[in-house]
């Protein structure tokens, strides 16, 4: 440490000592306030907030000298930020990645004892307002009671129930889950349920929480209130599938006016039918919560979603087992019947994946670029959305493949010796020990013009 110590006083001796201006400049070349808090704030500080799952903050100078020597080691072994995708091969909106020349600026202003510069000339920090990525949102739903999580060191999946009551039917433009224990929250999935206000319910009382995976899923819904009261049919209200979603890094899309949209009815609910908890050592409670940002426009081009692979509209070739101490890749494919206008898109897979690759074929034999994969990370799944929408015509067809690393030689292998891995039944699949090869992606119909449409976010 003293080592370390002599050698910074000998920098500030020797720039001090100088007195040539082009000298003084090179010496304190790389500042915070000129080079750094830009990479940090651009690459960063959207994870690395509250309501983030970064586990720390980094929104400040005092932020970022704190963890100095970490930010230059994640960043040199490019752990940080995580980007997945081959940028090589597809552009999204929101990519994120440090050049070799930022990563150095990174690790020479570490070295060189991070200095801070001139502060009169600092960007400032990005500002989240509500902990949000969009501002302050209309409406913010909130559980009727914390979560508990129990200090035993086990993940823990739930279901809950997220109600609301409003004084008129509107529309949601974008809808985001703000995870309140963001070292524990892993991921979130949910739909919306739509009340009729003809019909007689009781959704805003019963059961919030639900832990139990094994209870049937009826049973459950009927604890939570959630069917309608009278005799009439259907029993169930109306379901829109996977309108919230959160996982870490992920940011919900804000799509341009005439894209998108949801019907909210002033009765209603957001029932989270997943959230996983990782473990925690200790007891903690946790409130996170549904933000609601309303849509000015009515919907005009509603967003439409498909599923290739495990539970979805195309077939896993060979049949998806993956035995051990094995590397097995899969295949699957669907043909586009009408042209369509390509969003975004979400890869899946679990523990073992290993790469993933998606392209389309055009009927002519071009291909089209979806996305490269080369080291699958079952801890960063985004939903990508490009940067302007794909157009694939009639006759495209979308192909799809997945290495799956079953041997033993593979870290993160959940069995020890491997076993046969497959995709369990139903709900099971869920589990990080099953295994999944999914691609999801939403689109609208295509419509003259749309490849201009630019889905950067304006926010
Ligand atoms: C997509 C969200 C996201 C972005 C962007 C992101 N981080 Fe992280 N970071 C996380 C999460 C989540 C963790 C904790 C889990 C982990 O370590 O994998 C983490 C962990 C870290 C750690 C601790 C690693 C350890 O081993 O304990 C450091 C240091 C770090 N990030 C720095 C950075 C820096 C520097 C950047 C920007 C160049 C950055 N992060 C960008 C989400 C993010």
Redesign the pocket.
């Known amino acids: 440490m003293r080592g370390y110590y002599l050698i910074s006083c000998a920098a500030i001796f020797i720039t001090a000592c100088n007195t040539s201006p082009e000298k003084k400049e090179q010496a304190s070349e790389i500042t915070w306030s000129q080079h750094i808090a830009p990479i ?1 704030y651009q ?2 500080s ?3 907030r509250p309501g983030q ?3 720390f903050n ?1 929104l400040s100078y005092a932020d970022a000298v704190k ?1 100095a020597k ?2 230059k080691f ?2 040199k072994t490019k752990y ?3 980007w997945p995708a081959d940028a090589n091969y597809s552009h999204f909106v929101g990519e ?1 990645g ?1 050049s070799d020349e930022q990563i150095k600026q990174i690790g020479d202003w570490v070295d060189a004892n991070m200095p801070r510069g001139d502060s009169s000339k600092e960007i400032s920090a990005p500002v989240f307002k509500n902990n949000s990525f969009f501002g302050k949102p209309d409406l913010v739903i909130k559980a009727q009671k914390p979560v508990v999580i129990k200090g035993n060191g086990t993940d823990a999946f739930l279901i809950m129930k997220f109600p609301y009551q409003m004084d008129r039917d509107t529309i949601a433009d974008i809808i985001e889950f703000v995870p309140d224990q963001r070292k524990l929250v892993h991921h979130v999935n949910g739909h919306l349920i739509s009340y009729d206000e003809k019909r007689q319910f009781n959704y805003m009382s019963g059961e919030n929480i639900h832990s139990d995976t094994k209870a049937q899923l009826m049973d459950v819904y009927k604890n939570m209130h959630i069917p309608y009261t009278d005799k009439l049919q259907p029993n169930f209200p109306m379901l829109t599938l996977n309108t919230v979603y959160y996982l ?2 992920y940011i919900p899309p804000s799509y341009p006016s005439e894209i998108g949209g949801y019907r909210l009815k002033k009765n209603g609910a957001f029932l989270l039918n997943n959230i996983h908890y990782g473990p925690s050592n200790k007891d903690l409670l946790d409130s996170s919560y549904v933000n609601v940002f309303f849509k000015k426009d009515p919907i005009k081009r509603p967003i439409k979603e498909t599923q290739l692979g495990t539970f979805g509209v195309s077939k896993i070739e060979p049949e998806f087992i993956i035995p051990p101490n094995e590397v097995k890749t899969f295949h699957t494919q669907a043909k586009i019947e009408k042209a369509i206008s390509m969003l975004s898109i979400n890869p899946h897979m679990h523990l073992i994946g290993k790469t993933f690759w998606a392209f389309a074929l055009k009927p002519n034999g071009d291909t089209i670029p979806l996305i490269k994969i080369h080291k699958w990370d079952f ?2 799944q985004y939903y990508y959305t490009f940067k302007h929408p794909i157009k694939l015509d009639a006759g495209t067809t979308v192909h799809v493949y997945g290495t799956f690393d079953n041997t033993k030689e593979n870290p993160l292998n959940p069995y020890s010796p491997p076993q046969t891995i497959t995709q369990g039944n139903g709900v099971e699949s869920m589990r990080t020990t099953e295994e999944m090869f999914q691609f999801i992606f939403t689109f609208v119909p295509y419509k003259e013009g749309d490849e201009k449409i630019d889905l950067e976010r304006k926010h």
């Open positions: 940090i690459n960063c959207p994870c690395h799952s970064g586990p980094l963890k970490q930010l994640v960043t940080m930020p995580p994120r440090l870490p890094g801890k960063w």
